[in-house]
């Protein structure tokens, strides 16, 4: 009779790598966000790989799966933002603003009109706190919008949506205004920046006064910061024009991605009330900017499908392309969008820690940003 006998031998084969969950989460996060910006840009939403990027993100938020962002990756992208608005500027700003005076005048009066009316019917109607409603109110900048809103203590969903069914509505109203019945494809007003160098140290001297900033707690320093040292760059010739893609899509996407993380609590129910009424403020916005439309074209003499597109509450690149599509003044409509996106910029910043109020309630999420408490 034969008898075997097993002798277990220990195995010192190296376990296999583990990967962190949080940095798991955040892949995961890209990747959904990601696809759901090329899916929007492949039907040709307006601003497709920031809202589609929300969408999707939002959507697997809303789905039970884990998604999650670094706090160093979303302060990345908020310096880049700022880059690409800070490079955007150039002395033809200045001059076209100097051109038009009474027209940018009645523009600055009706971005205030704007953002005034909407804050009071959020406020009064649905309820929102201060902060929120001021921020789901603002015409334009939704990058700065974004960052402010989470310091703040706004609830950034509520933001997020609000500003989105702006921007897709105004879109989708403006040419049925105009009796636009003509379709153009995107391009964009600035010649990309081709010197790699210069681009390179734009990016270095605006990082750091980002960080300057953000040290000495101006609001949105990562933002403004980047945004304000860009501009000095490109006024002073270093370098000027529109990022290149390559940086731009990342950085949109994550955007979209900082959003999405903030709809993990958030119902359907609570998205579908938060979509009819960022859609009633969007109609209030359209006819206060159909007003100072008119008033600008009544002071200056111009058409008023003219002034309704320099007028419109946003989407500076759409209008830009209809004008061109209208026969229209480009330079006209261009000028004044950029000059009511710069004072959002500029402006907002210095009053948001007294619009938010002392009293206002936040809350630290995991990634060191703040939640409003408040619904």
Same mark, same amino acid.
């Given at each position: 009779?034969?008898?075997?006998?097993?002798?277990?031998?220990?195995?010192?084969? /190296?376990?296999?790598?583990?990967? /962190? /969950?949080?940095?798991?989460?955040?892949?995961?996060?890209?990747?959904?966000?990601?696809?759901?910006?090329?899916?929007?840009?492949?039907?040709?939403?307006?601003?497709?790989?920031?809202?589609?990027?929300?969408?999707? #993100?939002?959507?697997?938020?809303?789905?039970?799966?884990?998604?999650?962002?670094?706090?160093?990756?979303?302060?990345?992208?908020?310096?880049?933002?700022?880059?690409?608005?800070?490079?955007?500027?150039?002395?033809?700003?200045?001059?076209?603003?100097?051109?038009?005076?009474?027209?940018?005048?009645?523009?600055?009066?009706?971005?205030?009109?704007?953002?005034?009316?909407?804050?009071?019917?959020?406020?009064?109607?649905?309820?929102?706190?201060?902060?929120?409603?001021?921020?789901?109110?603002?015409? #334009?900048?939704?990058?700065?919008?974004?960052?402010?809103?989470?310091?703040?203590?706004?609830?950034?969903?509520?933001?997020?949506?609000?500003?989105?069914?702006?921007?897709?509505?105004?879109?989708?109203?403006?040419?049925?205004?105009?009796?636009?019945?003509?379709?153009?494809?995107?391009?964009?007003?600035?010649?990309?920046?081709?010197?790699?160098?210069?681009?390179?140290?734009?990016?270095?001297?605006?990082?750091?006064? #980002?960080?300057?900033?953000?040290?000495?707690?101006? /609001?949105?320093?990562?933002?403004?910061?980047?945004?304000?040292?860009?501009?000095?760059?490109?006024?002073?010739?270093?370098?000027?024009?529109?990022?290149?893609?390559?940086?731009?899509?990342?950085?949109?996407?994550?955007?979209?991605?900082?959003?999405?993380?903030?709809?993990?609590?958030?119902?359907?129910?609570?998205?579908?009330?938060?979509?009819?009424?960022?859609?009633?403020?969007?109609?209030?916005?359209?006819?206060?900017?159909?007003? #100072?439309?008119?008033?600008?074209?009544?002071?200056?003499?111009?058409?008023?499908?003219?002034? @309704?597109?320099?007028?419109?509450?946003?989407?500076?690149?759409?209008?830009?392309?209809?004008?061109?599509?209208?026969?229209?003044?480009?330079?006209?409509?261009?000028?004044?969008?950029?000059?009511?996106?710069?004072?959002?910029?500029?402006?907002?910043?210095?009053?948001?820690?007294?619009?938010?109020?002392?009293?206002?309630?936040? @809350?630290?999420?995991?990634?060191?940003?703040?939640?409003?408490?408040?619904?």
């Amino acid at each position: 009779m034969k008898f075997s006998m097993a002798i277990a031998i220990p195995c010192s084969c /190296p376990t296999p790598p583990t990967v /962190p /969950p949080l940095l798991l989460e955040m892949l995961r996060g890209l990747l959904v966000a990601g696809l759901g910006g090329l899916a929007f840009w492949l039907v040709g939403f307006p601003a497709p790989w920031l809202a589609g990027a929300m969408a999707a #993100g939002a959507a697997a938020a809303l789905g039970g799966v884990k998604i999650g962002l670094a706090p160093q990756l979303r302060d990345a992208a908020f310096i880049l933002l700022g880059v690409q608005t800070g490079a955007a500027v150039d002395w033809r700003t200045v001059e076209r603003a100097v051109h038009w005076p009474l027209s940018t005048i009645l523009l600055c009066l009706t971005v205030a009109a704007v953002t005034l009316l909407c804050t009071l019917y959020y406020r009064r109607v649905h309820g929102w706190d201060r902060a929120t409603a001021f921020f789901a109110s603002l015409p #334009g900048a939704l990058s700065l919008v974004v960052l402010l809103a989470g310091q703040m203590g706004a609830d950034l969903r509520r933001v997020a949506i609000a500003q989105c069914i702006r921007l897709f509505l105004l879109v989708a109203a403006i040419p049925a205004l105009i009796e636009l019945s003509v379709t153009v494809p995107p391009t964009s007003g600035l010649a990309p920046i081709d010197n790699m160098g210069a681009l390179a140290v734009m990016f270095l001297v605006a990082s750091a006064a #980002g960080l300057l900033l953000e040290r000495l707690r101006f /609001p949105a320093g990562l933002f403004v910061g980047p945004m304000l040292a860009a501009a000095a760059l490109s006024l002073s010739g270093v370098a000027s024009g529109a990022l290149p893609d390559l940086l731009l899509v990342p950085g949109n996407v994550v955007l979209g991605l900082v959003i999405a993380v903030r709809f993990v609590d958030f119902t359907l129910a609570e998205i579908g009330r938060s979509l009819v009424q960022g859609a009633s403020g969007f109609l209030i916005a359209l006819a206060v900017a159909a007003a #100072g439309a008119a008033a600008a074209g009544a002071v200056t003499g111009l058409p008023l499908a003219l002034t @309704r597109l320099a007028f419109a509450p946003g989407a500076l690149e759409a209008m830009t392309i209809i004008a061109f599509a209208l026969n229209y003044d480009p330079a006209y409509v261009g000028s004044h969008h950029l000059i009511r996106y710069l004072g959002i910029v500029l402006i907002v910043p210095l009053v948001a820690t007294w619009v938010a109020g002392p009293a206002k309630s936040r @809350r630290q999420d995991d990634d060191g940003s703040s939640i409003s408490s408040e619904t």
